[in-house]
Structures are given as C-alpha cells and as structure tokens.
C-alpha cells in the first residue's frame, strides 16, 4: 500500500464550480499535511498546510483534514482555468523528517 | 514564504560530462534539503534527503557515486550527475525545509539533457 494515494484524474470541471481533490495516507501517526500545486514543466508550488482536523481556508482554497478517516483533501471554490495544474498531496511521516507525495491529480478547469 | 534558488534551469550536456546542480535557501537557513527527480507526466521520485555536515540519505535505487551531493552548509546543497548518460535526463528538484518547520519549499528545478 502507497503511502499517500490520490486519484490520477483527469478531473475536469467547468469555470467557476468547485474543484474536490482527495488524498487518503497510510500512516495514522502522520503529523502535518500539504498541498502543492504543479503547473506542466514546472516545480511544485506550496497552497496550504494543515496540520488540525477540521478546516483550513485560504482565499478560494479550503483544507479539510480527518485524522480518523486518514483523508485531506483541497476545495478549489469558483474554479478559474489558470487553476489547471496538477496537485500534489503530501504527507509528514511521524518520524518528522519523512515526507510521502501523491502522484497528483491532474486537474482541468474549462472556460 | 521562504525562497529556494536552483541553478541553472536548464543544462545540456554531453555524454559522460559531469553537471553540477546548486540549491541555495535564500532567506532562511535549511539544515535539511531534498533532491527529486521527475520524468515526463510522472511524479516526484526522491533521490536523496540531505542533511548539512552530513552524508546524504539515498532512496533506494540511487546510485551514491553517480549522484554526489554535498551540504557543505545552511544554505547550500549541490548535486552532482557525474558521466552523465542519456537516460539520466530528466528534471530535477531540490526542496529545502526550515530549521524547526517541516514545510518543504522547493526550487524552480534543472531540466537537464544529456545528448
């Protein structure tokens, strides 16, 4: 089992709608949790941390974490087509120094 | 939030040349920073955690000798692809995370090319 799991996509949404990413992780003593956005040919980009259940919001971005169900996953609210991007989950492995990555969602949003 | 420079952004080289690769923390010292490899509509693979004044750590699968890397200080961590082969082309990034924080912040990444 991968450590962090997230679904590959393509998911496509039109402009202006919500964008739902989910991430499920493997380690229940997992501390911190991160989102990255990665635009083709580029590096990946730091969105949001979270490191409490609940919700983290930021502009038109929203966190959301459940440690018990072991899922983070990123709202992305009135969906704009330069939020095109692949994103990243990431997981901080209890341990600290480990960080686990998804493979990413790939992500359209159409005008 | 903090600023990680990668250089040079893109390098193309011969085959069996060495390519040095430079990460650079800019406005915070980083006692621990990170070397990834990506090909083409792939993820991110870790090649190495590399911490200041010490040996790196290398995943599983990287060859130590091939790909050198030094973290000679707080802010700087160098790889090095030494005889570099056509299939050692790919993009490659560092990351470097806060002394204290563990959030990664990671450099614009090296497109390399080995002809």
């Known amino acids: 089992q991968k450590e962090v799991e997230q679904n590959s996509g393509p998911l496509s949404v039109p402009e202006g709608a919500i964008a739902s990413l989910n991430c499920t992780y493997s380690?229940?003593?997992?501390?911190?949790f991160f989102w990255y956005r990665q635009y083709s040919g580029k590096s990946p980009e730091l969105i949001m941390f979270?490191?409490?259940?609940g919700d983290k919001e930021d502009g038109r971005f929203t966190a959301q974490l459940n440690k018990a169900s072991q899922y983070v996953s990123l709202l992305i609210r009135d969906s704009q087509p330069s939020d095109s991007a692949t994103y990243l989950c990431?997981?901080?492995?209890?341990?600290?120094?480990?960080?686990?990555f998804g493979t990413g969602t790939s992500l359209t949003v159409i005008p | 939030g903090a600023v990680v420079s990668q250089h040079p952004s893109r390098v193309i080289c011969k085959s069996g040349t060495s390519v040095k690769i430079e990460c650079r923390s800019l406005?915070?010292?980083?006692?621990?920073m990170f070397w990834y490899r990506q090909f083409p509509k792939q993820s991110l693979m870790l090649m190495a955690t590399?911490?200041?004044?010490?040996?790196?750590?290398?995943e599983q699968g990287v060859e130590k000798d091939k790909f050198l890397i030094n973290h000679a200080s707080l802010t700087l961590s160098t790889l090095t692809v030494t005889s570099a082969h056509p299939e050692d082309s790919s993009f490659y990034i560092c990351?470097?995370?806060?002394?204290?924080?563990?959030?990664?912040?990671f450099g614009a990444g090296t497109r390399l090319s080995v002809l």
């Open positions: 990351s470097a995370t806060r002394d204290g924080k563990n959030i990664q912040y």
């Open positions: 406005d915070f010292q980083a006692t621990t």
């Open positions: 380690d229940r003593g997992s501390q911190s």
């Open positions: 590399s911490n200041e004044g010490s040996k790196a750590t290398y």
């Open positions: 990431a997981v901080n492995g209890y341990t600290g120094n480990q960080f686990y």
């Open positions: 979270i490191y409490s259940n």
